[in-house]
Nanobody
Framework: VQLVESGGGLVQAGGSLTLSCAAS????????MGWFRQAPGKEREFVGA????????YYADSVKGRFTISRDNAKNTVYLQMNSLKPEDTAVYYC??????????????????WGQGTQVTVSS
């Protein structure tokens, strides 16, 4: 599985961005998809995840109520809608795929495949 993120950029605080992650391969629809982020000088942290069917999602407390994950299995794409962005949301955002599509892992070790990342910068 190859994952390619897009949609990052520069946005003012309070603004919105939608990230996309396009996956290759016919097994996308069976995978849990997760989003992680890594700010300069910090460890990679969990943002949220969505199960294979889209029926279950899980978010980090820091983004709950502001970020929404969705997926379109027909397009092999997962999305991260980010609203009410804050400067502390600035990071490189990564999507990841977990071959166990029924669980919602928050540890990076649960994920088998990773994208290259896309930069999100929120100015104050």
């Amino acid at each position: 599985v190859q994952l390619v993120e897009s949609g990052g950029g520069l946005v003012q605080a309070g603004g919105s961005l939608t990230l996309s992650c396009a996956a290759s391969g016919h097994t996308f629809s069976t995978y849990t998809m997760g989003w992680f982020r890594q700010a300069p000088g910090k460890e990679r942290e969990f943002v949220g995840a969505i199960t294979w069917s889209g029926g279950n999602t899980y978010y980090a407390d820091s983004v709950k109520g502001r970020f929404t994950i969705s997926r379109d299995n027909a397009k092999n794409t997962v999305y991260l809608q980010m609203n009410s962005l804050k400067p502390e949301d600035t990071a490189v955002y990564y999507c990841a795929a977990d071959s166990d599509g029924s669980r919602l892992g928050f540890s990076s070790r649960a994920y088998d495949y990773w994208g290259q990342g896309t930069q999100v910068t929120v100015s104050s």
